[in-house]
């Protein structure tokens, strides 16, 4: 029995190797038939091959099937069964049955037809004819989806390779109707129309366009895929939103999904302004060449003169150039009051803007690594963003200085030298004698290295400067940082860190207030110790860290006047060498830093921290002294305590040990509380909160901030958003100023938000104005269409005014 089955073994093999081949010769191709298994029939006019089948001819071009039936005297081929054509192109054809007219070099797909591109587009058709020699091919009833994953439908299509076209259209588009009497039937037929969206199908089935109900599409007579010029053309589009029918456009194109960029315009957006009246934004992208683009967008008021708002981006390998501007000839009318009756602040004259930034990398330059930015900023009236809410890459609203500047940056291994002039406007002054400084130049070198086991740090600074007209400072600075390794106390688990600063300050002033006019030189030196106790417990997947600390700080000499200065002591400058931020004036005296931190962790199984909480207080003794801010609380013997704490959840990151599948809960909770109280422990002095809460269906964030007796701040700022089914979000938010019981802003939102669509209605209200800045009061309904990017936005505002 054994040598039974090893001889059919041995057979079998002969017969695979030894294949068939069979010529089938059409005009200038000849083909190549081969299969596990040929018979002929009909006294050898037909060739059935079956099992692997395949045809391949001398072009590359191949057809594969589980059967292949070649006529002779029809000079056709049949196929049967998982069918498949391959072109010399990367383009393939599947279906269950073909008939390849060898004379006229045509396929013919039915069942199960599928056209794919070689760029992964995927054309499904009832039946699919395709032409060789022209690379033409025509399909019924086509539901295709795109390498996007954006979908077209429709009920007769073209196909041209050659011309680089795919053509969709409706079987009644051809009807010699006028141009009226088509516009007419054009609501009245779109259901019959092709069909396009970019919203993705996540299901399985094969539903069509209609039925799926997608957030958008477009239902169009004819649509036309430029794939040369890499254009989408739409004849005749109704605009639907979830199949109701909104807007119609006799045309309308868009680049196609292998685009990355596409000269044409944007979408267009309208708004509403409270004392400027509605705008109209329709911005043109231009295409220059693979490295740059330009962006030109008119702002069209309708009671006020237009904004022409132009964008240039440059991008090369090592270097990057942004440049933008605007100009606008002002305010039509200067003596236009507001709703109320009160005359409005205008000013005449035009606007205008130019900003501009210029990031590049170099090598060797000074050392083997550079960087450098340039910086240009200029505007022409202080509240011209804020007026025109005008937001762009390198402009945002609310802005109140201009830099003008030049950086190169240069470092190697652990040495680097900053290079920098500086022109700074002061947009809040008006007086052109007082509102420049110029820092020019500011050159700073820092190295850091290792000697006789110290970690040293050594900074250069330079740096001249001219401000309020006519007061000039010129600065230069050596500083040593150096600390010990850390040194522990074995029989005790002391650790101790001894730290020195060495700082040589020379500064010569000239007609700078509360300064010595001339040259000022001196030598700073700080020394310090820190010293911890640290104390870890671990248990299973908890950690547990316990630290007291001690930073004894000594700095000889004495100090400026610095009373006045609006410092807040942070628990950081407990263990700080320099808690006035100041190389030139620090901190003098003797003076003891004590405090405990302490950690919470708990782990995963896979080590990842799901939740951490941390508490951490500490105050500063020291002799008194007048000269030290007294906000910071550094003038009395004993600071005020200060302290953080925090708290963080996430349980994405939490697993139960009895089911490692239950891990999907979205909840993720972070607290962090700064907090001052005074030394007498009478009051608290600062309260710093910020709090968000986030999970599948919430989002919450809180900041509340208050300062008492070392200053008069309290506010609260707050967002929520709730996600509702089906894609449905609310979202609230606001500002409160509680020392002066204002509101300086809130809004309100419920929108719909998916991957290709986002709609909604949107309240919005600022209440704060200054000099041309009025207070606003927006209603604005508002639709994105996705990809095409920018909101159409129409404004509601007359009904709340109203």
């Not at 589009?237 to 000269?263: C, Q």
């Not at 860190?497 to 006019?517: A, P, Q």
């Not at 000499?557 to 808690?579: F, H, P, T």
């Amino acid at each position: 029995m054994k040598n039974k089955i090893k001889f059919i073994k041995y057979i079998t093999i002969i017969f695979l190797i030894n294949i068939t081949f069979e010529e089938i010769k059409a005009e200038n191709s000849i083909y190549e038939l081969e299969a596990i298994k040929i018979k002929y029939e009909n006294n050898l006019d037909t060739i059935i091959a079956e099992g692997k089948a395949s045809a391949k001819d001398q072009f590359g071009r191949e057809i594969l099937s589980d059967v292949i039936i070649y006529e002779k005297s029809k000079s056709k081929i049949k196929t049967k069964s998982n069918s498949i054509y391959n072109d010399d192109k990367g383009n393939k054809i599947t279906a269950d049955e073909f008939l390849y007219d060898l004379q006229l070099k045509k396929i013919e797909a039915k069942k199960n037809v599928k056209y794919i591109e070689k760029n992964g587009s995927i054309f499904n058709f009832s039946y699919f004819e395709y032409y060789e020699d022209l690379e033409k091919g025509f399909g019924k009833k086509l539901n295709a989806k795109l390498i996007d994953e954006s979908s077209i439908e429709g009920e007769v299509s073209e196909i041209d390779n050659i011309k680089g076209l795919t053509v969709i259209k409706n079987s009644n588009d051809e009807n010699k109707d006028s141009k009226f009497l088509k516009f007419l039937s054009i609501f009245k037929n779109y259901d019959s129309f092709n069909n396009y969206t970019p919203c993705k199908d996540n299901s399985d089935s094969k539903k069509s366009i209609k039925d799926r109900c997608p957030d958008w599409s477009l239902s169009t007579s004819k649509t036309t895929h430029d794939k040369i010029n890499k254009m989408v053309h739409h004849e005749n589009a109704v605009l639907k939103i979830k199949n109701f029918p909104v807007f119609y456009t006799p045309y309308f194109s868009h680049p196609d999904p292998t685009v990355k960029r596409k000269s044409g315009f944007l979408m267009p957006t309208t708004k509403n302004f409270s004392d400027l009246g509605r705008t109209i934004k329709t911005p043109y992208y231009w295409v220059i060449d693979e490295s740059s683009d330009f962006t030109f967008t008119p702002i069209f008021y309708l009671d006020e003169n237009s904004i022409f708002l132009t964008e240039y981006r440059k991008q090369n390998k090592d270097s990057m150039l942004l440049a933008e501007s605007s100009y606008t000839k002002g305010y039509k009318n200067l003596n236009k009051k507001s709703s109320s009756g009160k005359s409005l602040n205008r000013t005449g004259g035009s606007r205008s803007h130019l900003f501009a930034k210029f990031l590049g990398s170099y090598e060797d330059l000074l050392f083997s690594n550079n960087d450098l930015e340039i910086n240009i900023q200029r505007i022409s009236q202080k509240n011209y963003f804020d007026v025109n809410q005008i937001n762009t890459f390198l402009v945002k609203e609310g802005i109140r200085s201009l830099n003008n500047n030049f950086i190169i940056n240069s470092y190697e291994n652990n040495k680097r030298i900053k290079i920098s002039a500086n022109i700074y406007e002061n947009l809040k002054n008006d007086d052109p004698n007082t509102k420049y400084q110029y820092v020019i130049p500011t050159i700073q070198y820092n190295d850091f290295f290792k000697k006789f086991n110290q970690n040293i740090g050594f900074s250069s600074f330079f740096e001249s400067s001219n401000f309020d007209g006519d007061s000039k400072q010129t600065k230069q600075f050596n500083i040593f940082d150096i600390s010990t390794e850390k040194k522990i106390i074995k029989s005790f688990g002391i650790s101790n860190i001894f730290k020195t600063k060495l700082s040589n300050i020379n500064i010569y002033n000239d007609n700078v207030l509360n300064e010595k006019d001339n040259l000022n030189n001196d030598i700073n030196t700080i020394y310090a110790l820190e010293s911890s106790l640290p104390m870890i417990k671990l248990h299973e997947n908890t950690e547990e860290f316990l630290s007291p600390k001690i930073f004894t700080k000594y700095s000889p000499g004495s100090m400026s006047n610095v009373k006045e200065n609006n410092k807040i002591l942070n628990y950081s400058d407990v263990y700080s060498m320099d808690r006035l931020n100041s190389d030139a004036n620090p901190e003098t005296g003797a003076s003891i830093g004590y405090g405990i931190d302490y950690n919470f962790n708990k782990k995963n199984l896979n080590e990842n921290i799901y939740l951490s909480s941390s508490f951490s207080i500490g105050q500063i003794y020291k002799e008194k002294s007048d000269n030290l801010p007294i906000s910071s609380s550094l003038n009395e013997k004993s600071s005020d305590i200060v302290g953080a704490i925090s708290f963080f959840l996430d349980k994405n990151k939490h697993v139960n040990k009895k089911d490692l599948e239950n891990t999907k809960n979205d909840t993720v909770f972070d607290i962090n509380y700064n907090f001052n109280i005074s030394n007498n422990l009478n009051s608290f002095l600062r309260n710093e909160l910020d709090l968000s809460l986030d999970n599948n269906k919430n989002s919450f964030k809180a900041k509340y901030y208050e300062l008492n007796e070392i200053g008069n701040t309290q506010y609260l700022e707050l967002a929520y958003k709730r996600a509702f089914s089906n894609n449905f979000n609310l979202e609230l938010g606001g500002r409160k100023n509680l020392e002066t019981d204002f509101t300086e802003n809130n809004s309100i939102e419920l929108n719909y938000d998916t991957d290709c669509i986002k709609f909604g209605v949107n309240l919005s209200n600022k209440f704060y104005q200054r000099d041309d800045v009025q207070k606003t009061n927006n209603l604005t309904l508002f639709l994105t269409l996705k990809p095409f990017g920018q909101p159409i936005a129409p404004d509601l505002t007359n009904l709340i005014n109203n």
